[in-house]
T-cell receptor, first 113, second 115 residues
Framework: SQQGEEDPQALSIQEGENATMNCSYK?????LQWYRQNSGRGLVHLIL?????REKHSGRLRVTLDTSKKSSSLLITASRAADTASYFC?????????????FGKGITLSVRP | DAGVIQSPRHEVTEMGQEVTLRCKPI?????LFWYRQTMMRGLELLIY????????DSGMPEDRFSAKMPNASFSTLKIQPSEPRDSAVYFC?????????????FGQGTRLTVV
């Protein structure tokens, strides 16, 4: 079953604009991660935020986490055409000794030149 | 390291045939995941291993699916017999700690078409 659900399902913006994508999840987590997938390729890790962190930055990426609302957001600032891809949130749910990474269905981002 | 290596990249087979997908994880990674991606259901976790031992196979759709990891450098996902609804992209991923504060590395996937 899906743990994370991204919102919106699709987003189209102009180059230079900011893109905000949201993720909600259901159970307690150790961390939440965001991945990117270009068409026809595997997923690539972007950023990880631990459950005790509220905000994290990496280059043009900014991730926030609100564990009380079980939600996260990914902000891409000053978007570029090359940012066009699908973006997924993944949660590492609390499952005892082991660790299980489950993904949402993804958000399709189109950045128009 | 060359990353996670999957083979074949594409597979077209007839309904009823056996299909075997292969994965070589990154050396030193303890966890290996098999995912299936479709437009309708997104990215589904099928099964994952820790130190070659299957931990959770609750995502395996039915008995036609089986997965093995005979050693730390090789895993297979087998579908027997295959059906058209199994058509999807299958991804293998590996990580140091299963996602517990480390990232997962994905292979390029195997696109399976069952006709």
């Amino acid at each position: 079953s899906q743990q994370g659900e991204e919102d919106p399902q699709a987003l189209s913006i102009q180059e230079g604009e900011n893109a905000t994508m949201n993720c909600s999840y259901k159970t307690s987590i150790n961390n939440l991660q965001w991945y990117r997938q270009n068409s026809g390729r595997g997923l690539v890790h972007l950023i990880l935020i631990r459950s005790n962190e509220r905000e994290k930055h990496s280059g043009r990426l900014r991730v926030t986490l609100d564990t009380s609302k079980k939600s996260s957001s990914l902000l891409i600032t000053a978007s570029r055409a090359a940012d066009t891809a699908s973006y997924f949130c993944a949660t590492d749910a609390v499952t005892g000794a082991n660790s299980k990474l489950t993904f949402g269905k993804g958000i399709t981002l189109s950045v128009r030149p | 390291d060359a990353g996670v290596i999957q083979s074949p990249r594409h597979e077209v087979t007839e309904m009823g045939q056996e299909v075997t997908l292969r994965c070589k994880p990154i050396s030193g990674h303890d966890y290996l995941f098999w995912y299936r991606q479709t437009m309708m259901r997104g990215l589904e976790l099928l099964i994952y291993f820790n130190n070659n031992v299957p931990i959770d196979d609750s995502g395996m759709p039915e008995d036609r699916f089986s997965a093995k990891m005979p050693n730390a450098s090789f895993s297979t996902l087998k579908i027997q017999p295959s059906e058209p609804r199994d058509s999807a992209v299958y991804f293998c991923a590996s990580s140091l700690t299963g996602g517990r504060n480390t990232e997962a590395f994905f292979g390029q996937g195997t696109r399976l078409t069952v006709v």
